[in-house]
């Protein structure tokens, strides 16, 4: 069975930096593209930044771009997202999942293997 997991999570002040992991298990992560995503209550999952398997090339919504750097460690077998500048919009539940890496694509209904989500904080 195919699970994904977050970790990283956490509260942090406005401007602070986080590093979230995405680690697989019965899944080769190196394989496939993941994107990450975040979902506040009542609003739908929103892409956020997925990076590709072949060439390791990246995309991210406009509003964390220069500020969010997603990569990929083929040995771990794990994705990271990695948060600088945080703000509290950027408060939310974070997920990781597997589906296609485009502008067009990164959306929640191209994905699958979702995990259960870690939880960003981010006080003003």
């Known amino acids: 069975q195919v699970q994904l997991e977050e970790s990283g999570g956490g509260l942090v002040q406005s401007g602070g930096s986080l590093r979230l992991s995405c680690a697989a298990s019965?899944?080769?992560?190196?394989?496939?593209?993941i994107g990450w995503f975040r979902q506040v209550p009542g609003k739908e999952r929103e892409g956020v930044s997925c990076?590709?398997?072949?060439?390791?090339?990246?995309v991210y919504v406009d509003s964390v771009k220069g500020r969010f750097t997603i990569s990929r460690d083929n040995d771990k077998n794990a994705v990271y997202l990695q948060m600088n500048n945080l703000k509290p919009e950027d408060t939310g539940v974070y997920y990781c999942?597997?589906?296609?890496?485009?502008?067009?694509?990164?959306?929640?209904?191209?994905?699958?293997?979702w995990g259960q989500g870690t939880q960003v904080t981010v006080s003003s």
């Open positions: 999942a597997s589906g296609p890496c485009s502008r067009f694509t990164l959306g929640e209904r191209y994905y699958n293997n």
């Open positions: 990076i590709n398997s072949y060439d390791h090339s990246t």
């Open positions: 019965g899944l080769d992560l190196h394989r496939y593209p």
